[in-house]
């Protein structure tokens, strides 16, 4: 399905310039439809599920057409939504939307407000978005005047129709009695009713915009879907890749920004990871594909429209950070892994409602994602353990080792210790378990840390913290806070590198446990740090 970029568009700056701050470069199928046909003026009838970017598919236009000359104090645009959640939530969209157009103004109104509050709030407000009865009130009461509406959405329409809201429905369009109104409705469905409302209350020439979804295979790929928090989605994701470590991996986020964001986190807790969107230089872009396919970059990082044409056969997971706008994404997405008849999994991170998106996703591709529990610390250190014994095994079976055994012999006739012990201290110490190994997991648990591999001079533990020159932070501040938290000599601490938003801090190895424990809730600069192990991978 073609699908355009928003700059294709043809938008004024501003309302581009908001569209790029809130991260997104493509439009999804609906928007690259509806946006360029009713922007030309004409009623439009658009048949799209919830999810599609239906918002932004009307709220441009709406702004495109409010007047930015002159200062009409008088509603320019009504856009009916079935319930309160969703008036809000078209509210908050389209003003982030306008956020550099000035003087324009938004505002949801629905039941259950104090309506003599409405009232004020609604001098100077060009665009309307309200409950069907509470719109229909303010026009009964004359504090919502029609004279300057030029267009009236209907979002949602035949669940407005299915809570019994037809007649309201009627009642407000016969209200906006303006020749040259610009009628939108956009449905899921189209019963009967909805088309007999548009044959009455639209132009003869309405555009009939319809998203014809493709038939989509998934390839056979081990899908799954974690339930996460987003304050957890980071944690989760390098648990993940500590559990799995896929050879390569690509994260799909949904905007630029969280991109640009979860790059910089990973790189500061040590992986080998890109991000890749359509805001870089086509020579950046080239510099980290080739990264990413000689194995250089372990961890490719993008959004739907910079993955296009990545063709890398050993891409052994694939993440969605963020569930897809469109079910044909997740199908592009986590095709990108299982190539070549080699094994693939896909891990999709949902929270709350984005469960019932998963479902569409589910049933319109004709597959099965499995939930799967979130890997525990201990999870985690008991896969880098069976790990570490192949490698020993491969060590036995390929390597002279008399030379070791000499020397374990006689530690064991020189002490207590069996041969048993020693090899099970060998293994803590490679492992860096700490006597809390077994505690409870919670997300934010100090144990299971591991000192060894954290890319610290020996003897030391490099730390991360997530606080950078950004915060106006500087070295005396973390030299100090350790120093002072950790109960510490200050000339025990090693190098501090500082960055823009997180900083490096090494501690010696036999202090580093200490220190987590000390620092955790600690604030620098007013800001409550989180403090872990760097992870050098």
Avoid: W
């Amino acid at each position: 399905m073609e699908t355009l970029r928003f700059d294709e568009l043809g938008l004024c700056p501003e309302i581009l310039r908001g569209v790029r701050e809130m991260g997104f470069e493509e439009a999804s199928p609906i928007q690259s439809k509806a946006i360029p046909a009713a922007i030309t003026g004409a009623d439009i009838i658009g048949q799209a599920q919830t999810g599609t970017g239906k918002t932004a598919a009307f709220g441009i236009p709406v702004l495109e057409k409010v007047n930015k000359n002159r200062d009409i104090k008088h509603p320019q645009a009504l856009i009916l939504c079935p319930t309160r959640e969703l008036a809000v939530q078209a509210a908050e969209e389209i003003r982030h939307l306008a956020k550099y157009m000035h003087g324009v103004k938004v505002l949801p109104i629905y039941g259950g407000q104090d309506i003599s509050k409405q009232i004020r709030a609604l001098k100077g407000t060009q665009i309307i978005i309200g409950t069907p009865g509470r719109v229909m009130d303010h026009l009964r009461r004359k504090t919502i005047k029609c004279d300057h509406v030029n267009t009236i959405v209907l979002d949602e329409a035949d669940e407005m129709l299915n809570m019994g809201f037809r007649e309201d429905i009627e009642t407000v369009l016969q209200y906006v009695k303006n020749e040259d109104r610009q009628t939108i409705l956009f449905s899921a469905t189209m019963p009967k009713a909805i088309l007999e409302i548009a044959r009455e209350y639209q132009k003869s020439d309405a555009q009939m915009i319809k998203v014809v979804k493709k038939e989509l295979t998934v390839p056979k790929i081990e899908q799954y879907y974690l339930d996460v928090k987003r304050k957890d989605k980071v944690e989760v994701l390098t648990r993940l890749l500590d559990f799995y470590e896929p050879k390569l991996s690509l994260v799909f986020c949904n905007t630029k920004k969280m991109v640009d964001d979860l790059s910089e986190i990973l790189k500061g807790r040590g992986y080998f990871a890109e991000g890749l969107h359509g805001d870089m230089k086509q020579s950046q872009r080239d510099k980290v594909m080739n990264s990413f396919r000689k194995g250089k970059t372990d961890i490719l990082i993008a959004t739907d429209v910079a993955a296009r044409g990545i063709d890398v056969d050993d891409v052994e997971a694939v993440f969605n950070f963020d569930i897809p706008q469109d079910e044909e994404y997740y199908v592009h997405r986590i095709g990108r892994t299982g190539r070549a008849g080699r094994t693939g999994r896909a891990f999709t991170f949902v929270k709350g409602k984005e469960v019932y998106k998963l479902k569409d996703i589910m049933r319109y591709c004709k597959t099965k994602v499995y939930a799967m529990p979130v890997p525990s610390l201990n999870d985690v250190n008991q896969i880098k353990i069976e790990k570490v014994m192949d490698k020993i095994s491969n060590i036995i079976d390929e390597e002279d080792l008399t030379s070791m055994i000499n020397t374990i012999e006689n530690q064991i006739n020189e002490s207590d210790y069996t041969a048993m012990d020693i090899a099970a201290a060998f293994l803590k110490l490679h492992m860096g378990l700490n006597d809390s190994s077994n505690e409870s997991d919670d997300m934010q648990t100090d144990s299971g840390f591991d000192f060894d591999n954290t890319g610290a001079e020996e003897g030391m533990a490099r730390l991360f913290i997530n606080i950078g020159k950004s915060q106006k932070v500087k070295a005396k501040d973390i030299l100090g806070a350790i120093a002072g938290e950790a109960n510490i000599p200050g000339k025990l601490v090693g190098a501090i590198d500082l960055y823009d938003k997180y900083t490096f801090v090494e501690v010696p190895k036999e202090n580093a446990l200490d220190v987590l424990k000390a620092m955790k809730n600690v604030k620098i600069k007013g800001k409550t740090i989180n403090i872990e192990p760097a992870n050098a991978k």
